[in-house]
């Protein structure tokens, strides 16, 4: 299994950015996937995930939206309206797990660097 | 302010044992929901330690060990290595948020 995150960068409060993940060695399709991040001198934050269905943090709702292509193998976050405390290691992770409620993470990207600042 | 709680850190000299513990509530640990552990090395991927409580994913050493007990889960490291010195996170589900939480991770030190 490999996923590596791209498309991070330096973004101007307020503005737009989409991060991808490519993933391999497994059947995308068929898996839950998500998106966590690290804010500077911070601890793990869960962001995002697809199942189908999309479930977003309440930090994050009505300016993030998660999606796939799976033609593509590739996870994506649209990230709008960015503001200093969107500044995180993005992480894409897979689920494992049979019932949502108990669904863990059992593999992870390295993460890309979003940093919004003036 | 995370909703699992953990120590910020914990510290061992090499060979000993060391316990982290993860403090939930009634909507997540306490919900019978699982709770899964992750080690971190800053600039690396997290890497998944214990699923399930107490399972250990193929590769990880038996030296690492999860428990559950209520609304509160343990992870335990019994005879620390230099390269057990990480960040490390609990995990699970809260009915509350709707979301997955996971705690704001405990720095193990090995002296």
């Known amino acids: 299994v490999q996923l590596v995150e791209s498309g991070g960068g330096l973004v101007q409060p307020g503005g737009s950015l989409r991060l991808s993940c490519a993933a391999s060695?497994?059947?995308?399709?068929?898996?839950?996937m998500s998106w966590v991040r690290q804010a500077p001198g911070k601890g793990l934050e869960w962001v995002s995930t697809?199942?189908?269905?999309?479930y977003y943090a309440d930090s994050v709702k009505g300016r993030f939206s998660i999606s796939t292509d799976n033609s593509k193998n590739t996870l994506y976050l649209q990230m709008n309206s960015l503001s200093a405390e969107d500044t995180a290691v993005y992480y894409c992770?897979?689920?494992?797990?049979?019932?949502?409620?108990?669904?863990?993470?059992?593999?992870w990207g390295r993460g890309t660097l979003v940093t919004v600042s003036s | 302010q995370s909703v699992l709680t953990q120590p910020p850190s914990v510290s061992g000299a090499p060979g000993q044992r060391v316990t982290i513990s993860c403090i939930g509530s009634?909507?997540?640990?306490?919900?019978?929901?699982?709770v899964h552990w992750y080690q971190h090395l800053p600039g690396t991927a997290p890497k998944l330690l214990i699923y399930?409580?107490?399972n250990r994913p193929s590769g990880v050493p038996d030296r690492f060990s999860g428990s559950k007990s209520g609304t509160s889960a343990s992870l335990a490291i019994s005879g620390l290595q230099a390269e057990d010195e990480a960040d490390y996170y609990c995990?699970?589900?809260?009915?509350?948020?709707?979301?997955?939480?996971f705690g704001g991770g405990t720095k193990l030190t090995v002296l």
């Open positions: 697809i199942s189908g269905n999309t």
């Open positions: 399930a409580n107490k």
């Open positions: 995990q699970s589900y809260d009915s509350s948020l709707s979301g997955w939480v």
């Open positions: 009634s909507s997540n640990i306490g919900a019978a929901y699982d």
């Open positions: 060695g497994f059947a995308f399709s068929t898996y839950a």
């Open positions: 992770a897979k689920y494992e797990g049979a019932s949502y409620w108990n669904w863990y993470f059992d593999f």
